[in-house]
């Protein structure tokens, strides 16, 4: 089974900051993806990722096969930003194949004005 | 063109009861991931269906069943409630599985008392 780690747990920074958010796992994996989860429960897919590095707005994603590690970056952050970012795999799970994921504990963001 | 959605927003219910739960997938999609959030946790996989046949399991009892329908809506039923079993359950859709973009649904929350 695939042991997700992110860091840092939680993280408060002022706006306009440049964020970083680390992802690493033990396992290789086909894909990984990059979660956004508000308070109330909501989430929202950012990023999927197999290599190579992701642009969307603000928001870089990059990822590193060979060392098995992720980073989510944050240009320019803004109080909207604040929500908890979750990395995922796809894992080995019973009835075969790698379909169900596996979560990381997810960082905490707090961008303060 | 809808997302995902999900039915009930909230529910509460008494130990040793028992619950459905409705998740309906983005348009196009064939594959319906469940996942169980316990208060202050990451998501936990309970099971995936395609095709209307569980595909994979995690590491949950057989408590927990569920059923997919030939338009690929899918239900996540739980007996004999115990109070651990208190979450927010998120169904996720996707085109053909875990290394593919997810969408995911608002979520059920879930009080047993």
């Known amino acids: 089974k695939n042991e997700v780690e992110q860091s840092p747990q939680n993280l408060t920074a002022q706006e306009g900051e440049f964020i970083t958010i680390n992802c690493s796992y033990s396992?290789?994996?086909?894909?990984l993806h990059w979660l956004q989860q508000h308070p109330g429960g909501g989430i929202v897919s950012l990023f999927m990722l197999s290599s190579g590095k992701k642009k969307h707005g603000r928001l870089i994603a990059t990822i590193n096969i060979q060392e098995k590690h992720s980073s989510l970056h944050i240009t320019a952050s803004h109080p909207r930003d604040s929500a908890v970012y979750i990395c995922a795999v796809p894992d080995m799970y019973s009835g075969g194949g790698a379909d169900g994921l596996t979560f990381g504990k997810g960082t905490h963001l707090i961008i303060q004005p | 063109d809808a997302g995902v959605t999900q039915s009930p927003t909230h529910l509460i219910k008494t130990r040793g009861q028992q619950v459905t739960l409705r998740c309906s997938p983005k348009?196009?999609?064939?594959?319906v991931s469940w996942y169980q959030q316990a208060l202050g946790q990451g998501p936990q996989f309970i099971f995936q269906y395609y095709e209307e046949e569980e595909r994979q399991r995690g590491n949950f009892p057989d408590r927990f069943s569920g059923h997919q329908f030939p338009n690929y809506s899918s239900e996540l039923n739980v007996n004999a409630l115990l109070l651990g079993d208190s979450a927010l359950y998120l169904c996720?859709?996707?085109?053909?599985?875990?290394?593919?973009?997810?969408?995911f649904g608002p979520g059920t929350r879930l009080t047993v008392t």
């Open positions: 396992v290789g994996i086909s894909a």
């Open positions: 348009s196009g999609h064939d594959t």
């Open positions: 996720a859709s996707s085109l053909g599985g875990s290394s593919y973009e997810q969408y």
